[in-house]
């Protein structure tokens, strides 16, 4: 009676993910890449091309260049700068 169903066991994945999305076109396609050698990571949207580069940081990871890179693209938008408390 009644096969049991098997019981999918998900494997989560604690990776980051690769894709970001992009601030102007709001596609998932914006990817960090860190060059260690060179002290700067870059970060460019696969669809519409926006892209930017920074030099790291130490412990720098590629979610903090993209936070990096949105922010540029909305600073570049308006000047004005929020001071922090
Ligand atoms: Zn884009």
């Not at 130490?58 to 408390?85: I, N, R």
Request: glycine share 8%.
């Amino acid at each position: 009676m009644g096969r049991r169903r098997r019981k999918v066991v998900k494997i989560v994945r604690r990776t980051l993910p690769e894709f970001y999305l992009c601030p102007r076109c709001g596609k998932n396609t914006v990817k960090a890449t860190i060059n260690r050698k060179r002290g700067q990571v870059t970060v460019v949207c696969g669809n519409c091309g926006l892209n930017a580069a920074f030099s790291i940081q130490p412990q720098m990871a590629e979610v903090d260049a993209y936070c990096l890179f949105v922010d540029s693209y909305y600073g570049a938008e308006s000047k004005e700068e929020t001071p922090v408390a």
